[in-house]
């Protein structure tokens, strides 16, 4: 009998072994969650910095003499956003599950371990250390580490620091990996040309491995507001949390604990929750059983009277923003028709959440796109590429509209874009693919979208009226010359000018339509 | 009296070509006082058809619609009919004729006047004689159809390279057609105390073999099934202007003697017109209750003739006795019979012995 051998794994360890939860499924696959990590980090810490992101990328394809699919590449991303501070970089680079993202407000990232995991991949693949050169502004520090895997932290091979008299801020870093570029090159350029979209105001440069260069110009300098960092609302929370908050708090009892730990309650909150909970108002906080820290998450579930989550943690793009994105990266014209539509906050499993939708159509949309729906979907400002038929805004907008109402048949062309953001979207795995059909959620996706389309359904009718007024003043203008000549003739004079008849039919139109009730009324008093 | 006769014609068309520029005027004003030109006009729809007893034929209802340039839907019908009206401007103003198909296809070559089929423009040319109240024959638009009439009727030609010129309709053995030149012709004089009108040519030929038109001193007409207008315009001149009685001789079946009803009290397509019945003129046969007295050879009834007699029995024109007696005795022999069943007692028969009984009674 063999003796089973129990050991711990560093969590660097683990996200080593499952690799493809993490959407390092294979080279091409990684290619593009490494982009996508690196790039998102990036972006967050341009809008924590309040500049308008100028984000280069850059991959290169590194010589080798191997003939297989897979290449080896040098990736490079630099940014102007904050900057790491010195101490943090080894951590934040090269340390899973470490980052600036366990406090509750909307960031791109949610797990903390993206931007290491790209790295954690390249070292792997590769066995190259990453280079890490940030600066807050002051000295630049240029660190070139390794994971110590086993460990779970940085192994700092190089740390030099230079001067930075042009007071340069951010971050650039570049790692080498395995990859495949050419299976994963157009859903790249896809990520890259939608994040543009919902980030007007950045400004986005990418080289390629076969030299092109990509440029997705920004379209304004305007940033949305930042989002305000919140206490987490009792209903979202779950015992762990609850465990650590606990573990932490300064607080001599439960009510003055709930009180400041959670948002949107106060003492007659707080008194008619514990009691709820069976948990007394006076206990310390420190000296609950495991037992009562279960019943008083169970309570939160439970318990009616909390406000709504505050929503200021939230950060929409606003509905001229995304106007600008969609215009800008769809090549939008004085032809195409655009609806935007920002909803109010609303929450889930006390998650606050806000639902953005664009409806777009006209010549442009039906040049690039074809007949039919096109949907773009976007969670916290991040583009979701895969698994489209699976998620909550696919059910949205092909199974909860009839799009007939909206005057929209089988082969109109329209473009449907719906922006989700939260500070926790409900994706259903940590690949951040697609999102679950939470109720609340396929609510206010499938409102948003009703409410922009309801624009493009206005858009649809002043069209056809348009056409038909058109189509009813080429009849006029091409039977009037007619009667015009013949009456002429008949009455042996000049040919009356018609001009002032077309002037009107043109231009009051309203005028036609209560001329020819007149007409019709005149009949049937006649028949009368 | 001819000359007076001739320059009758020339004041007719001097009218109508005065009406027609009446037309294009008023709308030519319209159009100069900055408003889209309309045209009033009786309805022609059906509901607006109504039989008038005092007049004995079907007459429009006092309806009117406006015909509206300004209403996208009347615009094409309002330019089609300006268009028609300058059309025939040019046919009175030249003394020309022409037919409802040459209309038809003059209009063709005029791009915007859009006619889709042949009935879109005789219906124009219907509007026409309803808005100027005048048949189409006065515009010297005719239809295709041609009957003929023979007997001593002598005419003067006013179409032109005929002015003056006057002809006996005996001259020529087939007849002489019903066209346009018979039809604005003014009758000059006839020996005639009778007119026999007969629906088919077969008859009509073998009537002027068999001199009919000696033997009972008639002019002969043959209407070549439903009689056009302006045979019906001529039957109406020689019963109105000369008291020549008429007798119209038709196919003993429902269709034979509708010929011979439009004859008298006309059609709902021509209820906006006067002057083309002739209420006066007696349907002669044949007859239900002939079939039984001269034992004509017949034919049974069908299906559509059934229908077709239950429909005339319910029509206001058929309120006269002889008529529903003739068509309840149709309906009980559920036979017919046509006008060559007289042929079983040889080719004369009819003149001979059919003809003067009914004429005498």
């Known amino acids: ?528 | 009296m001819s000359k007076t006769r001739r320059s009758e014609a020339e004041r007719r068309r001097e009218a109508m070509e005065q009406s027609l520029t009446g037309l294009g005027n008023l709308i030519h004003e319209q159009i100069t006082n900055h408003e889209f030109p309309w045209i009033h006009m009786q309805s022609r729809s059906t509901d607006n058809i109504m039989y008038d007893p005092e007049e004995r034929q079907y007459v429009l209802g006092p309806r009117m619609i406006r015909r509206h340039s300004r209403n996208i839907r009347h615009i094409r019908p309002f330019t089609q009919l300006v268009w028609t009206a300058w059309f025939a401007k040019e046919l009175v103003k030249h003394r020309k004729t022409s037919t409802l198909r040459e209309v038809y296809y003059s209009a063709r070559g005029h791009r915007d006047i859009e006619y889709n089929n042949q009935q879109e423009s005789d219906n124009i040319i219907t509007d026409m004689e309803v808005a100027l109240n005048r048949a189409r024959e006065n515009f010297h638009i005719f239809p295709e159809e041609r009957s003929a009439i023979f007997g001593d009727l002598t005419i003067e030609y006013t179409v032109p390279g005929y002015e003056g010129r006057r002809t006996n309709l005996t001259d020529h053995p087939d007849g002489v057609m019903i066209g346009p030149a018979v039809t604005s012709s003014e009758f000059v004089e006839t020996s005639a105390d009778k007119v026999l009108v007969v629906e088919k040519g077969a008859m009509f030929t073998r009537l002027v073999e068999e001199r009919a038109h000696d033997k009972f001193n008639a002019i002969l007409i043959h209407t070549a099934g439903q009689s056009p207008r302006a045979t019906r315009g001529i039957i109406n001149r020689l019963n109105h202007d000369y008291d020549l009685p008429v007798y119209i001789f038709t196919d003993g079946d429902p269709w034979g003697i509708h010929i011979a009803m439009v004859i008298i009290s006309g059609s709902a397509n021509a209820a906006h017109l006067r002057g083309l019945t002739t209420p006066d003129a007696e349907w002669i046969g044949v007859w239900g209750t002939d079939i039984i007295d001269y034992k004509l050879p017949t034919e049974p009834l069908t299906e559509f003739d059934h229908k077709r007699l239950h429909e005339l029995k319910n029509d206001p024109r058929y309120t006269g006795d002889i008529w529903q007696r003739e068509l309840d005795v149709f309906l009980e022999l559920e036979q017919k019979a046509e006008l060559e069943a007289f042929s079983r007692y040889g080719l004369t028969y009819i003149v001979d012995e059919y003809l003067p009984a009914k004429l005498g009674s």
Request: glycine share 6%.
């Open chain 1, 1 to 528: 009998m063999s003796q089973t051998e129990y050991q711990s794994i560093s969590p660097a360890d683990f996200f080593y072994r499952n690799r493809e939860i993490a959407g390092f499924s294979n080279p091409s696959r990684a290619t593009y969650t490494a982009v996508r990590e690196l790039l998102e980090n990036s972006m967050d810490a341009c809008e924590a910095q309040r500049v308008p992101p100028e984000v280069y990328l850059r991959i290169t394809e590194i010589e080798d003499k191997r003939d297989t699919e897979t290449k080896f590449y040098k990736l490079r991303i630099e940014d102007n956003g904050t900057g790491v501070p010195e101490e943090h970089i080894p951590k934040a680079f090269a340390t899973v599950f470490y980052g600036s993202k366990y406090i509750l407000k909307q960031a791109r990232g949610t797990f903390g371990l993206g931007g290491t995991m790209a790295v954690l991949y390249g070292q792997i693949t590769t066995h190259k250390p990453v280079q890490v050169i940030s600066s807050t502004g002051g000295e630049i520090h240029d660190f070139t580490m390794m994971i110590d895997i086993q460990n779970n932290r940085a192994s700092i091979l190089k740390h030099n620091i230079r001067q930075n008299p042009s007071g340069w801020r951010g971050t650039a870093l570049e790692l080498q990996m395995e990859g495949d570029y050419s299976r994963i090159m157009y859903r790249l350029i896809e990520y890259l040309k939608q994040t543009a979209m919902v980030n007007p105001y950045a400004d986005l440069t990418y080289v390629d491995p076969r030299g092109r260069l990509y440029k997705f110009e920004r379209g304004t300098e305007k940033l949305p507001p930042l989002p305000q960092s919140v206490k987490p609302h009792p209903h979202g929370v779950d015992v762990e949390t609850f465990r650590r908050l606990i573990a932490e708090t300064k607080t001599r009892n439960m009510k003055q604990f709930m009180m400041e730990h959670f948002q949107g309650v106060g003492p007659t909150t707080a008194y008619k929750f514990l009691d709820l909970a069976g948990i007394s108002t006076k206990a310390k906080p420190k000296t609950l059983s495991p037992e009562d820290l279960v019943k008083a998450v169970r309570a939160t579930r439970e318990y009616t009277g909390f406000k709504r989550p505050d929503a200021s943690c939230l950060s929409p793009i606003g509905e001229e923003l995304l106007e600008t994105g969609i215009k800008k990266e769809l090549n939008l014209t004085e032809e195409d028709y655009i609806k935007v539509v920002t909803r109010k906050p609303s929450t889930y499993l006390g998650f606050p959440f806000i639902v953005e939708a664009a409806v777009a159509t006209g010549r442009t949309v039906r040049k690039t796109h074809g007949a039919g729906i096109t949907i773009y979907r976007f969670a916290n400002r991040i583009p979701l590429l895969f698994d489209e038929s699976s998620g909550v805004i696919w059910k949205a907008a092909n199974r909860n509209i009839n799009w007939k109402t909206y005057n929209v048949e089988s082969d109109t062309s329209l473009v449907i874009a719906v922006h989700v953001c939260s500070t926790k979207i409900p994706y259903k795995s940590v690949g951040k693919e697609y999102m679950a059909d939470q109720p609340a959620v396929e609510r206010e996706v499938t409102n948003a979208i009703r409410e922009a389309a309801r624009g493009v359904r206005r858009y649809f009718n002043r069209r056809f009226r348009i056409a038909r007024e058109s189509r009813r003043l080429n009849i006029f203008g091409k039977f009037l010359p007619v009667i015009a000549e013949f009456s002429a003739k008949l009455a042996e004079k000049e040919i009356p000018d018609i001009k002032p008849l077309l002037t009107v039919v043109s231009t009051d139109i309203p005028e036609i339509e209560k001329k020819l009730k007149e007409v019709t009324e005149i009949v049937e008093d006649a028949s009368k």
